[in-house]
């Protein structure tokens, strides 16, 4: 069987580097807080280019801190908004609504799925204080448009880079684009952990202090309290793991360029609409590789029947939620089709090329 992605194979391509230093950490007798965090969050800092990075336990805590640091430094308030694409995965919509924040539904553009940045300026009003955008699939999302609408109304630019580690703009990693970015390190990433771990880079010295006492308790200083914190670290097995996983993730990245670049070059079949290859390739770390079809559901099973194993990222869009239950009248066509249509096809770096071309085989006589 062709998996979507074989976790145990990943991991274990790195075996012998991940154990021995996990031996380490358990011998050390220190968890938390200790050296290889500090070790991880320095390698991600110059890894990313930004100034600071700062360790939490999951990619939805990364998020929210950001945006209650910027509540806490009296930039936002309850009830402000935060534009967001309609068509993302759930979590970085709660990290908006978990903070008393508005979240306000921008729909993407179907030629890449992410934010369509021209539909930006019609929704902002006197309470936009900030745009969440989300590198989706592992494609980055970003322009001089819409640094200049951020500058133009004073908006936090706010990027959810769960999926794109390693991604570039203008020779620039994602993660270092706006002026915070929330990274998650969920196993099934481009760069996963053996369990939840998550982290956050900037530039700004102010919002990163703010974070570092918010996710500890609202402390700086042991036992002295300025804000009604929570507690999010990013424990040192985790941060081990991830400092050596980090060192191969370029590598990786390029194993994942190359089966998408197969993939678009050899399946043919009209009825699959395939994901567009940016013109800079760096701008694309392929997470998800994903394509559309009217005949979704029956390719699924088609693959399925086939040995191969596929996902849909993801089946229902924000607004039809119930847990958003005020929005499931609203209307987002371009997000309904992308849910109704896609398709999430294996790929990691650990597929086989005899793998990849069965995939193709089967998607062109489908
Ligand atoms: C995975 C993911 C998150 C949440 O990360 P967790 O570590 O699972 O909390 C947020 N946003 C996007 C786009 C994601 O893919």
Redesign the pocket.
């Known amino acids: 069987m062709i998996k979507f992605l074989d976790l145990q194979k990943i991991n274990l391509t790195h075996q012998e580097e991940i154990e021995s230093r996990l031996l380490q950490t358990f011998r050390s007798g220190w968890y938390l807080m200790g050296n290889d965090l500090k070790t991880f969050e320095n390698n991600l800092s110059k890894y990313i280019g930004a100034k600071h990075a700062i360790g939490v336990a999951?990619?939805?805590?990364a998020?929210r801190l950001i945006l209650r640091a910027y509540i806490e430094m009296g930039f936002m308030e309850k009830g402000d908004e935060i534009l967001v694409p309609s068509n993302?995965?759930i979590?970085?919509i709660l990290a908006i609504s978990d903070n008393g924040l508005v979240p306000v539904l921008v729909e993407p553009d179907i030629a890449h799925y992410n934010i369509d940045i021209k539909k930006i300026e019609e929704k902002i009003t006197s309470k936009t204080k900030g745009i969440l955008i989300?590198h989706?699939y592992g494609r980055t999302i970003f322009s001089e448009e819409l640094q200049q609408l951020a500058e133009k109304y004073n908006l936090k630019i706010i990027e959810?880079n769960?999926?794109a580690i390693g991604a570039e703009w203008n020779g620039k990693k994602t993660g270092n684009l706006g002026d915070a970015s929330?990274f998650?390190?969920?196993p099934g990433?481009n760069l996963g952990a053996l369990g939840?771990a998550?982290a956050i880079t900037t530039n700004d010295d102010e919002l990163a202090k703010t974070i570092r006492a918010l996710a500890n308790y609202g402390s700086n200083q042991k036992y002295v309290n300025i804000y009604q914190g929570l507690n999010s670290r990013l424990d040192e097995i985790q941060a081990a793991v991830l400092d050596i996983k980090l060192k191969y993730i370029d590598q990786e990245n390029k194993v994942r360029r190359n089966i998408a670049k197969r993939y678009i070059k050899e399946i043919t079949n009209p009825e699959i609409i395939l994901p567009e290859n940016p013109e800079n390739e760096a701008e694309h770390v392929w997470h998800i590789f994903l394509i559309r079809t009217a005949k979704r559901d029956e390719l699924q099973a088609f693959l399925t029947e086939n040995d191969v194993q596929t996902l849909i990222h993801y089946p229902i869009p924000p607004h039809k939620q119930q847990a958003y239950k005020e929005w499931n009248n609203l209307s987002f066509p371009i997000s309904e089709k992308i849910h109704e249509e896609v398709l999430s096809l294996p790929i990691s770096p650990v597929m086989a090329d005899d793998e990849v071309a069965k995939v193709i085989e089967l998607l062109n006589k489908f």
Do not use: E, I, P, R
Request: aromatic share 14%; proline share 0%.
């Open positions: 999951n990619g939805l805590d998020l993302t995965y979590a970085s989300v989706l959810d769960a999926q929330g998650s390190f969920y990433k939840d998550g």
